[in-house]
């Protein structure tokens, strides 16, 4: 018979891989116990655990029937991207005939376990009345017997995956520049010693006379990856927030520009302005950013809010033997 997606057999043996006794039902019940997990037992290369929810999995709508899942014990055994195709098979005793109630997918559908999904199984066992009808042999003097059979099908690895990340303990690390002489530069572009924020290394970039379509007329300030290939790996990429500032060092009123949150990466090192300040107010005196014609003061905020990381592409897997 087929029903809510299950499709149930009977079976006069017990169940291979795993066989679970809840001695006291009724206590699960009664304290609105949410989930029961068993111990770990061995299946296909991996470890495994049942997770019954004695009244049905809420985070599911589930109500007035027993739900149980098939779990993997050791999380870190099946990395994100890969997959692992299970015919999970859940086995109930009925204890007044001696056999057991084998229920499985009705569609024959492949369980599939991933890195993001690390259980599968059945919302909707058995409704909680005709569990608890002695005469159906499934409870009896409050105990019942639960077990598993589980045959890894096949076993596959993706070829690319993304992960994204928060930085937990994320905060915004200042640096402070000052730049000397500024009259008398001849370079292009100049760049800041070297700065630590979110775990990377950064540079405040500075084009005296402008760059791109601030060139002649503005000047140009950018944050920078300093050598991302050796601290970033190819394909990863940080969420970062940052403020870029010329301190007015005679007023006070600094001119300071914030991003919008902006993607850090081995190919998009620098982000800013390059229309920062025009020339002509940079350099009036009375403004407070180029002291004596000669030195002005540049900071940089940064604070990296998280990581996207391209992890390593895997091989494809051999069909496990069940």
């Known amino acids: 018979m087929a029903q809510d997606g299950l499709s149930s057999s009977l079976s006069n043996s017990p169940p291979t891989h795993y066989s679970l006794k809840l001695e006291s039902f009724s206590m699960l019940t009664e304290i609105s116990v949410d989930t029961y997990e068993s111990g770990e037992f061995g299946a296909g290369g991996y470890k495994w655990k049942l997770v019954v929810y004695p009244n049905g999995n809420t985070k599911k709508n589930v109500e007035d029937h027993i739900s149980v899942y098939l779990k993997l014990a050791e999380a870190n055994s099946l990395q994100i991207g890969s997959e692992v195709s299970v015919d999970f098979r859940l086995f109930l005793l009925d204890q007044n005939m001696g056999t057991y109630l084998v229920l499985h997918d009705a569609n024959m559908n492949k369980m599939c376990l991933h890195g993001a999904m690390l259980q599968v199984g059945f919302d909707r066992v058995i409704p ?24 890894v099908l096949k076993e596959r690895r993706a070829g690319k995956v993304e992960c994204l990340s928060r930085n937990k303990s994320a905060f915004m690390k200042k640096h402070c520049w000052k730049i000397m002489s500024f009259s008398m530069l001849k370079s292009q ?8 924020a979110g775990g990377q290394t950064w540079k405040i970039m500075l084009y005296p006379r402008g760059n791109d379509d601030g060139k002649k007329s503005h000047v140009s300030v950018y944050l920078r990856l300093a050598n991302p290939p050796e601290k970033l790996s190819p394909g990863s990429q940080l969420l970062t927030e940052y403020t870029l500032r010329i301190v007015d060092q005679l007023n006070g009123k600094h001119m300071s520009r914030k991003s919008d949150y902006a993607w850090f990466s081995a190919l998009n090192t620098a982000w800013g302005w390059s229309r920062f300040i025009e020339l002509g107010s940079f350099k009036m005196p009375n403004n407070g950013y180029l002291v004596k014609n000669t030195y002005c003061l540049v900071e940089a905020e940064v604070t990296v809010h998280g990581i996207a990381k391209a992890l390593e592409p895997a091989k494809a897997l051999e069909p496990a033997k069940a």
Do not use: M, R
Request: hydrophobic share 45%.
């Open 189 to 196: 572009f100049l760049q800041s010693e070297p700065f630590t």
């Open 128 to 151: 909680l009345k005709e569990f608890s009808v002695a005469s159906n042999g499934y409870l009896i003097d409050d105990a019942c017997v639960l077990g598993a059979e589980v045959f």
